[in-house]
């Protein structure tokens, strides 16, 4: 063992594994999707985390992706707060009209994923609403600006 003392050893690990998660994971990523179509999502996956660049571009599409979705999301109920008609867009929420949003998250997707696919399915029982308005309903089951309860 080349490190006689904890620390030592502890720091020549963290060392370690950020240099080798990559190919440490490998093995875990490549049993946790052995279904034939999502292993070559995998392997594209695994190819483009090796790759600084790849991997970065990746990151910025889906990003975009994101608030692409977001903003069409936003636009399709109204494109303003329901409550106090609060219409910059990074203030905005989508609210679960009759509550319930974090057990509908996580039943559906998450991520891109779940505005993605509310958009696609295009239902009822949302509302924008600003943040300070979602909170407040949230935290205390009422808007102060009084249009919501």
Request: with cysteine.
């Amino acid at each position: 063992m080349p490190h006689n003392t904890p620390e030592k050893r502890r720091a020549w690990s963290k060392k370690y594994y950020r240099e080798n998660h990559f190919r440490l994971n490998a093995h875990k990523l490549k049993w946790s999707r052995s279904v034939a179509g999502k292993a070559k999502k995998s392997q594209y996956y695994l190819s483009i985390r090796n790759d600084p660049i790849k991997y970065v571009a990746h990151l910025s599409k889906l990003s975009k992706l994101r608030q692409s979705n977001r903003k069409k999301m936003i636009e399709m109920y109204g494109g303003k707060c329901a409550c106090c008609g609060e219409a910059t867009f990074e203030f905005m929420a989508i609210d679960h009209v009759n509550g319930g949003g974090k057990q509908h998250r996580k039943s559906v997707a998450s991520g891109a994923g779940y505005v993605g696919r509310l958009l696609r399915e295009k239902r009822g029982g949302f509302r924008v609403l600003c943040h300070n308005c979602n909170m407040s309903l949230g935290f205390y089951g009422y808007c102060p600006h009084g249009g919501l309860k």
